[in-house]
């Protein structure tokens, strides 16, 4: 993870098996049958990074984050000698040698112009190397749209400290064809695909909940206690309007995801 501040790893995996998912759905278009060297770009609680080595038990995984928070909760995965999780930002990191599976899942769209690094992890990639990415693809959605006007508004822009606000840009994805030709351009075989889940909700202001660990986060960062909960509150109130809660009691959040996978002809 690449944002300022803090990451909390219990906020964030409050829907731990929601955002696992994709993960799996990702891992599971690389058809890797016994590589040597496998990357978790971005790996935050490292349990999906140990999931890669019980994969593929033969290779030496590394998960590299830049959050210390994420990365004391990855070291309780570590295993001397197979999986090892390292401080770094994804944006400067560089192999120590030629990678054979290339992973980053819901990082990049931190990251702006990311495609110029996707450049970059394709040329680190062996001959029959694998490169898959997962990026979330929601900023035209009410979550980011909705906190992207707050942000932007004259009431709460002068409150808030300098900060960057990437992941609420609608350019910080690029769309499937643009994952396309970049990986495409870079020689490798080349996967995309898009999926939105719709992810099914309960509880007492169950969006603002998701969204808590993720793209409010670094938004509250920037603001003293009392303005971070003056914010909440208003932001909680627009999410409830965008995202009624049915009959039932429960709330349907829609999340687009992108995925793009790419392989290095042997």
């Known amino acids: 993870m690449q944002s300022p501040g ?8 409050r829907f731990a098996g929601e955002r696992a998912r994709p993960f799996a759905e990702l891992v599971s278009r690389v058809d890797a049958g016994a590589p040597r060297v496998v990357v978790d770009l971005g790996c935050g609680d490292g349990s999906a990074t140990a999931g890669l080595a019980q994969r593929w038990p033969g ?11 994420m990365l004391a909760a990855a070291a309780a995965h570590a295993v001397p000698g197979r999986l090892e999780f390292v401080a770094g930002d994804l944006r400067d990191w560089r192999p120590a040698g030629p990678v054979d599976v290339l992973v980053s899942n819901a990082a990049l769209h931190w990251v702006p112009g990311h495609g110029q690094l996707l450049t970059r992890w394709a040329g680190d990639l062996t001959p029959g190397g694998w490169l898959a990415v997962q990026v979330p693809g929601n900023q ?6 909705l906190l992207a006007d707050l ?3 004259r009431r709460w ?7 960057d606000e990437t992941v609420l840009d609608p350019a910080a994805v690029l769309d499937p064809v643009g994952y396309l030709d970049v990986l495409s351009a870079a020689g490798l075989v080349a996967d995309v695909w898009e999926t939105t889940y719709l992810h099914v909700l ?4 169950p969006v603002l ?3 808590s660990g993720t793209v409010l986060r670094p938004v509250l960062d920037r603001l003293s206690p009392a303005d971070a909960g003056q914010l909440t509150a208003e932001y909680a109130a627009l999410l409830r309007t965008a995202y009624p809660a049915r009959a039932d009691g429960r709330t349907v959040l829609p999340f687009r995801r992108l995925f793009a996978v790419g392989h290095r002809p042997g």
């Open 6 to 13: 803090a990451w909390d790893p219990t906020t964030y995996l």
């Open 59 to 69: 290779a030496r995984v590394t998960g590299v984050d830049s959050s210390p928070s």
């Open 140 to 145: 035209a959605a009410p979550t980011h749209a």
């Open 151 to 153: 942000v932007g508004s």
């Open 157 to 163: 822009r002068p409150r808030l400290a300098p900060g």
């Open 202 to 205: 309960s509880g007492k202001d």
């Open 209 to 211: 909940g998701w969204v």
